[in-house]
């Protein structure tokens, strides 16, 4: 999934025609609506206009960098701006590739292209986490207990992955509820509820998956 934040509707459409044969695509037209996608899936790439209602591209980069789980989502910027300067600052900030506007469809694609072929080079092979009898295989996104498959919902996986890289170490709740939820979560009972879910699906106790009081939680060899 390729998401698309770009406030003009014609370019916005142009551009899910054009990157139908490299993925799906959705477009956004506002931050909001963007930001509440980003909570329930993570898309493979993002292609960001910088002159949006509401909030500025930079100011968007500079949240997606910063957020542990979305900071290794790659983003092509497009803007109307295409001095030298305002392409390095973009590519400062942690955006991959910058295309200036106007731009042509073929050199869109390419561009595209290029950045996937990037991040299959450099994606992690077959990196397993493991505690106990619990692997998790990040590049499968694949979760076993005792060599048997457990399903597991998409916030579930990643409250079970940043748990199991703090290797027995409690995780503070603030820390669980930015790197799961990002930097926008609202405190709520929300991460109380997916450690219980989690607690069932694993078929562990209380002590297996500990609560530290008024700290956050571990998970237990």
Same mark, same amino acid.
């Given at each position: 999934m390729i998401y698309i934040l770009e406030d003009d509707? @014609?370019?916005r459409t142009m551009l899910s025609y054009a990157l139908l044969k490299e993925d799906e695509s959705q477009?956004?037209?506002r931050p909001g609506a963007f930001w509440q996608a980003m909570e329930e899936e993570i898309p493979q790439m993002i292609v960001l206009d910088l002159m949006l209602p509401e909030e500025d591209g930079l100011?968007?980069?500079?949240?997606? +960098?910063? @957020?542990?789980a979305w900071e290794d989502i790659?983003?092509?910027i497009l803007s109307a701006k295409d001095s030298e300067v305002d392409k390095a600052?973009?590519?400062?900030l942690g955006a991959d590739d910058y295309l200036a506007k106007p731009f042509g469809i073929i050199e869109l694609t390419s561009r595209v292209k290029a950045i996937k072929r990037r991040y299959e080079k450099?994606? #992690? #092979?077959?990196?397993?986490? +493991?505690?106990?009898t619990i692997e998790l295989n990040e590049s499968k996104h694949e979760v076993t207990k005792d060599g048997a498959s457990v399903e597991l919902s998409?916030?579930?996986y990643n409250l079970l992955k940043v748990l199991l890289e703090a290797d027995g170490c409690v995780v503070k709740r603030e820390e669980l509820l930015e790197k799961v939820w990002g930097p926008f979560y609202e405190e @709520?009972?929300?991460l109380d509820v997916h450690i219980r879910k989690l607690r069932q699906k694993l078929d562990l106790s209380k002590d297996e998956i500990r609560t530290i009081k008024n700290v956050g939680y571990c998970l237990a060899e």
């Open positions: 509707e @014609s370019i477009g956004f037209e100011s968007i980069l500079k949240k997606l +960098k910063a @957020s542990e790659p983003v092509l600052i973009g590519l400062d450099t994606k #992690k #092979k077959d990196r397993i986490l +493991k505690r106990g998409y916030k579930e @709520s009972r929300t």
